[in-house]
């Protein structure tokens, strides 16, 4: 008999056991702070899925985490480690302001696309620096990644010092956006087919992030780039007797990786704040590391992580905003014990897992001559 473990075991119960085994690690810390759990579960719960505004915000954080993790994944399926999301969602979000910016009062359903486009090819371009230094010069691609997150950063800061300030303003801000080039609301998009909720930050990026990430399964499973790209990943040595050039798939790749997270600027700045500053990509093209580990690198996995994350930061913030014990920092460590358990020991559980599987399954026969 054979006694393999099911897919399903190391696809649909190991992780469910991983994120069981966080969410006791987090019981631990807020005991450890005096906080009531029963309170502190319903909190988060209500904060992030118990009310239409709860969901809304959820779902929009979610949204930079899609991007974010698809573009992790994508990379990660090359073998390579894309840590720069940082950097390329800044550019991303440079991007879209110059075009918002440049192209206002053209149509809507014009800019749109267009915004796209320029978000796109500022991520792809910047994360093409260290893709070619990679693939023609050996140079590390963790090293050089995040050491481009800070020269964005710098980068970012020169222009909002300078040309892209906005007149007579103290802060390093760009000039806000007209109200005709923001992105619609999932709000007003409901409204036209008469369905009324609570109006939120959640907007079309989200319908654009699941058409990513079933746009990005197509790609890796069913196209020769993706199946060239998962070779690559899987065993170079072999994909160079079969003549695939990896100079090309790292360059390809690590671009569209850049452009995947490049859309959180759409989300936060043309859906969101209409406004570019410092901050706004605010840690979600590092979490998008956690998202991918969570969701095994694959799209359908990154959606639901990505939900769960969103959860967690809305409800956090619910929770660190009624709990005078719980501030931002420890909502950072929930996060972060999550993704210890999910990604770092996510194999912790697993023999133990296939033993009671083979209990249960595949008991030892009674004759023992079989």
């Known amino acids: 008999m054979n006694n393999k473990p099911l897919w399903w075991l190391n696809v649909i119960v190991l992780p469910i056991a991983n994120i069981c085994l966080a969410f006791l690690a987090c019981v631990v810390v ?97 994360a093409l620096i260290p893709a070619w230094l990679n693939a023609y010069r050996g140079s590390h691609i963790v090293i050089s990644t995040i050491m481009f997150n800070l020269i964005a950063s710098s980068l970012l800061v020169y222009l909002l010092a300078g040309v892209l300030k906005a007149p007579d303003q103290m802060a390093a801000v760009s000039s806000s956006l007209s109200a005709g080039s923001a992105l619609p609301t999932m709000a007003q998009l409901l409204s036209l087919v008469g369905i009324d909720i609570v109006t939120t930050p959640l907007n079309i990026s989200f319908l654009f992030a699941l058409i990513a990430s079933a746009g990005l399964y197509f790609y890796l499973w069913h196209t020769r780039l993706g199946f060239e790209t998962r070779v690559i990943g899987l065993n170079e040595e072999s994909a160079r007797f079969a003549g695939i050039s990896r100079q090309r798939i790292v360059i390809i790749t690590m671009m569209l990786s850049g452009a995947l997270i490049g859309f959180i600027g759409l989300n936060e700045i043309q859906g969101n704040s209409h406004q570019l500053n410092v901050e706004f990509v605010a840690g979600f093209g590092f979490a998008g590391i956690a998202v991918a580990l969570m969701g095994r690198n694959n799209p359908l996995g990154i959606i639901v992580a990505s939900i769960l994350f969103g959860g967690l930061y809305q409800g956090g913030s619910e929770l660190a905003f009624n709990e005078e014990a719980v501030g931002n920092n420890i909502i950072f460590l929930i996060q972060g014990l999550v993704v210890l358990f999910c990604g770092a020991l996510q194999w912790m559980l697993k023999p133990t897992l296939e033993h009671w599987f083979n209990t249960l399954y595949h008991p030892k026969s009674k004759n023992k001559g079989v």
Do not use: K
């Open 30 to 126: 807020l005991l450890a702070l005096g906080i009531n759990i029963s309170d502190a579960i319903v909190q988060i719960y209500q904060g992030a899925f118990g009310s239409q505004e709860g969901r809304g915000y959820t779902l929009y954080y979610a949204t930079n985490f899609i991007f974010s993790g698809l573009g992790v994944a994508l990379a990660w399926h090359a073998g390579l480690f894309n840590i720069g999301g940082e950097g390329q969602a800044t550019l991303g979000g440079l991007g879209v302001t110059i075009a918002c910016l440049s192209l206002d009062g053209i149509s809507l359903w014009l800019l749109i696309p267009l915004s796209m486009i320029c978000c796109a090819l500022f991520s792809g371009l910047w």
